[in-house]
């Protein structure tokens, strides 16, 4: 129901992770085709660190539900995390054609290729990011903290500026 899915997700942003995935696993008993509580078993056990479990529960999202975009971002996470950033790219990759208009999925191929010392791939993906949302603070931050990478102090400042502007 409705309120057991709110219950969940308020332990989950109550940082009760094991009690997430206690209710969780019992509610997907009666919802198996549920790609709500995949994704959030997924991103439970990637708090967790149980990132072969987190793409586990994200892949069983998304074949119930292949063009699930926030299923394949996530999993571009957790593969990022890991230190997989070629797949993590491939992931983002997934997400952006599913919907061109994730702009979270470009900010996170951007902090990938930034992890991957591809500032100017980044800076594309961070620009990207702010042209679908120009209220995105995290891109415009990320994209200074590339900039102060290159050693491009203005562009960094500026783009900090306007992160502080938004938030």
């Given at each position: 129901?409705q309120?057991?899915?709110?219950?969940?997700?308020?332990?989950?942003?109550q940082?009760?992770?094991?009690?997430?995935?206690?209710?969780?696993?019992?509610?997907?008993?009666?919802?198996?085709?549920?790609?709500?509580?995949?994704?959030?078993l997924?991103?439970?056990?990637?708090r967790?660190?149980?990132?072969?479990s987190?793409?586990?529960n994200y892949?069983?999202?998304?074949?119930?539900?292949?063009?699930?975009?926030?299923?394949?971002?996530?999993i571009?996470?957790?593969?990022?995390?890991?230190?997989?950033?070629?797949?993590?790219?491939?992931?983002?990759?997934?997400?952006?054609?599913?919907?061109?208009?994730?702009?979270?999925a470009?900010?996170?191929?951007g902090?990938?290729?930034?992890?991957?010392?591809?500032?100017?791939?980044?800076?594309?993906?961070?620009?990207?990011?702010i042209?679908?949302?120009?209220?995105?603070?995290?891109?415009?931050?990320n994209?200074?903290?590339?900039?102060?990478?290159?050693?491009?102090?203005?562009?960094?400042i500026?783009?900090?500026?306007?992160?502080i502007?938004?938030?």
């Amino acid at each position: 129901t409705q309120q057991e899915l709110a219950s969940i997700k308020m332990l989950f942003t109550q940082g009760r992770l094991k009690e997430v995935l206690s209710a969780a696993n019992l509610m997907i008993k009666h919802f198996p085709k549920s790609v709500i509580l995949y994704n959030i078993l997924g991103a439970t056990n990637a708090r967790l660190k149980n990132f072969d479990s987190a793409i586990a529960n994200y892949k069983k999202a998304i074949k119930i539900k292949p063009d699930f975009a926030e299923a394949h971002n996530n999993i571009g996470n957790v593969l990022r995390a890991n230190g997989d950033l070629q797949k993590a790219i491939e992931s983002y990759d997934i997400a952006t054609k599913i919907n061109s208009f994730y702009s979270e999925a470009f900010s996170n191929k951007g902090n990938t290729f930034r992890s991957m010392g591809k500032l100017e791939k980044a800076i594309e993906c961070y620009n990207q990011a702010i042209k679908i949302n120009p209220g995105f603070a995290e891109a415009y931050n990320n994209m200074g903290n590339v900039y102060k990478s290159a050693g491009k102090q203005d562009k960094a400042i500026k783009n900090y500026k306007q992160a502080i502007n938004l938030k």
